[in-house]
């Protein structure tokens, strides 16, 4: 077998390349768009078998036919895939790649990445609509999350709002691991006027039913090998009014994000709570909110100051920061 590969201006003139060298008997193995000396091109890759197989002979009968009808739709579905593969990939969509967009995202709002501005402000704007929760809150809230990613001051922001609203608010903190956290939230509790619990993560059945405040925000330990995840469905079995919240850095990778959720998706989780909005560069990484199975965004952290810097996620707000710092001009080809 011959593999080769060929550029052009246009996928036709690619095509034509693949034609002229392999002949009419070519496969095309793939596609895609690569800069080169400053301009986008289509490369294909094609290969030709010089061994041809000896025809095989037409199957007769019923069950012969079976395997024809087999075989076309098989025929159908190549051409399909092929005619995808075809299908160029805009500069835009190349561009949102390069500012941190995760490509799966950009191929649920335009196949293959082929999208223009006008298309991909739409479909950001109709997404952004459907990922906000503006659900009631739950009476126990269960703050959880990764290490460093501000657990712990989203949480006190929360509780800051709810008791400036007239709630008696109350924090439960099982963050009996990390160094420093004892005293941080004690710090955050004095301050805000607000009651404190300390407990052990397996203890908090024993705890909560004291807990009689309007509402309990309850600090969980970082997720990690000493705090698994499966540790949490223990919290279920306690009370049907345990809600989890995940706390997530804005900046994090689509990659991290994915294998996170692998872990958590099997425990119900309410919402997405996003820190360190405005610390970044690009806020292409940012749209790994809307990879499929993640669920709705609550709130927003903007900064440190507590509780001004945390709000309550609205379809505005939240497109706001998507489209900050993007660049979604088209002219890129030039």
Known sequence: MKVQKFRAKTSMEALAKVKEALGEEAVILSTRRVREGGKWLYEMTAAVDFDSPEPEA??????????????????KNLLYGLQSSLRPQS???ESLREQGVPSEVLKLWGENGDLNKETFLKKV??????????QSFSRVLVFIGQAGVGKTTSLVKLAARLSCAGNQVGILSLDTVRVG?????????????LPLKFARPEDFAEVLPACKWDFVLVDTPALSVSFPVHHLFKFLKVTDEVSFHLVIRATESALVIKTLWQKLKAL???????????????????????????PPVSFLSTGERVPEDFERATPKRLLGFLLRNLDVEENYAA
């Open 58 to 75: 037409p199957p007769r009968g019923k069950e012969g036919l079976s395997l024809v009808l087999k075989e076309i739709e098989g025929l």
């Open 91 to 93: 500069p835009l969509g």
């Open 125 to 134: 704007s109709e997404a952004v609509a459907r990922k906000v929760a503006f």
């Open 181 to 193: 956290a004892r005293e941080q939230i004690s710090r955050f509790a004095e301050l805000l006027d």
């Open 268 to 294: 119900p989780v309410a919402s997405l709570v996003i820190t360190h909005l405005g610390s970044w560069v690009s806020s292409g990484p940012l749209f790994w909110i809307f990879m499929p199975g993640l």
